[in-house]
């Protein structure tokens, strides 16, 4: 119901240039969202949601890069199905997250290619367990290769902040993936 409405109120220009500038970015939508949920049906749902919001706002969108105004309406709608679904993960304040950093803190031959397979499971596992403002910082700066600017944009804070999250999830994946070195100072 609330998708027929949506299309109905938009005209055939808009909806061309909204394909032009928005859906190239559909994927990177989706990564945002599938990392900050956790799971790819339920990343499925936000991205919907995210690009209904985005087609209905999308006269807001006015010149410079679509892409970034995506991943925040991605990121507006990420949090809210979390708020919804599970709100425990999405209310941390920044002085916090010093105790969230220590509770997560965890200590082309084929033999290559399952090493490198079972690598990729744990960098993923160990970026899936990151607390959501380090998962989304990193998800935003290493996967997507955003400029602190844009994550700043889209997180809705300042870029120390945008840093010292990108420090800090690095910190704690560097943690995850070598707790040996980690707990030697290694």
Do not use: C, K
Not at 92 to 118: F, G, K, N
């Amino acid at each position: 119901m609330r998708t027929a409405l949506v299309t109905e109120l938009v005209t055939d220009a808009t909806r061309a240039r909204f394909a032009a500038q928005v859906l190239p970015h559909l994927g990177a939508a989706y990564n945002l969202a599938r990392w900050l949920v956790r799971d790819s049906h339920d990343a499925q749902d936000v991205v919907q949601d995210a690009m209904l919001r985005a087609l209905r706002h999308f006269e807001a969108l006015r010149g410079g890069d679509a892409r970034p105004w995506l991943l925040a309406i991605v990121r507006n709608a990420g949090f809210a199905w979390l708020a919804a679904r599970r709100p425990d993960e999405v209310v941390l304040e920044d002085d916090d997250l010093d105790a969230v950093m220590a509770a997560h803190a965890l200590p082309d031959d084929p033999e290559s290619l399952a090493i490198r397979r079972a690598e990729r499971r744990e960098i993923d596992a160990a970026i899936a367990a990151l607390p959501l403002v380090f998962r989304e910082a990193l998800v935003l700066r290493e996967l997507e290769e955003l400029p602190y600017r844009d994550i700043a944009r889209i997180t809705d804070v300042p870029i120390g902040t945008v840093m010292s999250r990108l420090s800090r999830a690095r910190g704690l994946l560097a943690a995850a993936l070598r707790p040996e070195a980690a707990r030697t100072g290694t």
